[in-house]
């Protein structure tokens, strides 16, 4: 599928353990191809920016650039191969993607891949480099502090397919064989116009700053419900992305 493209989306967090909780927000979200980050009419930039700074390092010059140098540090030559990006733009100067995916072809023949980058509510952020096989499922130890009511332990099972006429993705987190928590990420496709900028923008104002108040406010109501903040490890800094 081409790219751009909009996903108004519902994002649903499930928390099982030790106390049940659930959180459904609606969004949207935008495929990109990294080369051609959309620009909207001048009016409407404000409402979608795709800025290097927020990505990886921050310090390189362009989306490509900033995903190839994490590519080579794990060995994996990007050149001029295919890379799409899935993620929420910069919305009136502000921006938090706790995910953001990047589906990539390499050109080199270490084959298909997916680069997962997570950023956290305390200016963290942590990139998974990841193979799926058949469905984009894909499994990885757990190594960044994100919740600060679980530990840096476990792993996640993933369902991670590139986005298509649908957007369905699957995240797990598995600690002692059990999964305490689980994410899904629902969408349909819409045509990046902008008239569906527009509406999207009037469904869901300010979305970012929406996402980033809703994570520290059922953060809050965990907490009040008597759920233990763990103590947050230091995060050791990853070539390519710090």
Not at 91 to 98: A, D, I, Q, S
Not at 114 to 133: F, I, K, S
Not at 209 to 216: H, Y
């Amino acid at each position: 599928m081409s790219a751009p493209a909009l996903y108004p989306s519902e994002v649903v967090h499930v928390r099982n353990r030790p106390l049940r909780h659930t959180v459904r927000h609606r969004t949207y979200l935008w495929l990109i191809d990294v080369d051609h980050p959309p620009r909207p009419p001048w009016p409407l930039r404000p409402l979608a920016r795709f800025d290097a700074r927020d990505h990886f390092a921050g310090t390189a010059p362009t989306l490509r650039q900033g995903l190839a140098r994490f590519l080579a540090a794990h060995d994996v030559r990007l050149g001029d191969g295919r890379a799409v990006m899935l993620a929420h733009a910069r919305v009136l100067g502000h921006v938090f993607n706790p995910l953001t995916l990047y589906w990539c072809t390499p050109e080199d023949d270490s084959g298909p891949c997916v680069v997962a980058e997570v950023h956290n509510t305390y200016g963290e952020r942590h990139c998974y480099l990841l193979r799926p096989g058949e469905a984009g499922r894909v499994t990885v130890a757990k190594e960044f502090y994100v919740s600060p009511f679980f530990p840096v332990d476990g792993g996640y099972r993933m369902r991670l397919p590139e986005p298509g006429d649908r957007l369905d993705l699957t995240v797990h987190l598995e600690r002692d064989g059990v999964r305490p928590f689980t994410a899904t990420v629902r969408g349909r496709r819409r045509p990046a116009g902008v008239r569906e900028l527009l509406r999207a923008a009037l469904r869901h104002p300010w979305s970012t700053l929406a996402v980033s108040a809703a994570i520290r406010l059922h953060g809050v109501r965990l907490y009040l419900r008597g759920l233990p903040v763990l103590p947050r490890p230091r995060h050791q800094t990853q070539e390519g992305v710090e």
